[in-house]
């Protein structure tokens, strides 16, 4: 039997933002859930999306907020072939909260729920909420790769998501009623933010399937069905996307950025990084150098 789960690797790349063209990606996308969040904004022709077992209509400048793990179905409702927008990000990676406010992938757990957070953002409210520009801006960042180009896709994305939160508080969804979670244990669907936040720490994956509260064998399975491959393999994945940095926009030497980043030795970053990029740390500087 075909199974509806769609594989993504949202821990290499927790953020995601491009348009798709019906002419030339495969379309219609038939029923499919995943772990990630998208949000689809309309640019041309008309939409027929099924969610949750609800159908929505988006126009030109309509929004549509995909929660994780809702089955979904996107067909083309006129002969104009349909061009969206799309962001698709792994919610439980944003990190920013406040004192008084659960984290966002709660708030937008619990409004999964609630009648008072409807998913689908007609466009008189979409251009109140400039969701248009702020596309535009993820679009630019995502496509030129300029340097901390990731922590503006973040900023963007926090900005989007409580623009879309005032909107459903406006229409009575009441987040203070929703109890903000402290639990020592880490989900396994929240750790890549552990991990992310420590990678230039010894991190052993014992230690990190205790955090989650499971067997060092039972975390291992579970952590790659969920993100499709080995924690330990992200672990060097997560210190290989920060040396690149490192590499392209500073003059560092490869013992200071194996230090920051959490290698244990230069060579030890040569070998990860060669394994993993195919060329040398020093073949990848000169080769990227060009993007300063």
């Known amino acids: 039997m075909k199974k509806l789960f769609e594989e993504s690797n949202t821990l290499v790349s927790p953020i995601e933002c491009f348009v798709f063209d019906s002419q030339k990606e495969v379309f219609p996308v ?14 041309k022709g008309r939409l027929k999306i099924y969610s949750d077992n609800n159908v929505y ?14 089955i979904h179905s996107i067909y083309a409702d ?13 919610i439980n990676r944003l990190r920013l909260t406040t ?15 609630s009648e008072k957070a409807n998913i689908y953002i007609p466009s008189e409210d979409t251009k109140v909420l400039d969701v248009k520009n702020i596309f535009k801006s993820c679009l630019s960042e995502m496509h030129r790769k300029d340097y901390g180009y990731d922590m503006l896709l ?3 994305l926090y900005i989007l998501l409580m623009k879309i939160l005032r909107y459903w508080r406006n229409r009575g969804f009441d987040t203070t009623k929703i109890k903000k979670v402290q639990n020592e244990n880490e989900s396994i669907h929240t750790i890549s ?24 064998s039972y975390f291992a399975k579970r952590f790659k069905e969920l993100y499709g491959q080995s924690c330990k393999d ?23 950025i194996s230090q920051e980043t ?11 990084f060669k394994a993993c990029k195919g060329v040398t740390p020093k073949q990848f500087r000169k080769n990227n150098r060009i993007r300063t």
């Open 99 to 113: 004192e008084y406010s659960p984290k966002m992938s709660l708030l937008f757990n619990t409004a999964r729920n």
């Open 57 to 70: 209509y988006l126009n030109t400048d309509d929004i549509i907020v995909i929660h994780s793990k809702a």
């Open 262 to 272: 959490g290698f244990s030795d230069c060579s030890h970053l040569i070998k990860v």
């Open 234 to 256: 992200f672990i060097e994945y997560i210190r290989v996307s920060k040396a690149e940095d490192f590499l392209i926009f500073t003059d560092c030497d490869l013992n200071y």
């Open 78 to 90: 006129s002969g104009e072939p349909p061009l969206y927008a799309v962001i698709k990000f792994d």
């Open 154 to 156: 973040n900023a963007l």
């Open 193 to 216: 933010e552990y991990i992310d936040m420590h990678s230039a720490e010894p991190l052993k994956v014992e230690k990190i399937a205790e955090k989650c509260g499971m067997s060092y």
């Open 30 to 43: 038939k029923p499919h859930w995943h772990y990630f969040m998208e949000i689809i904004y309309m640019l």
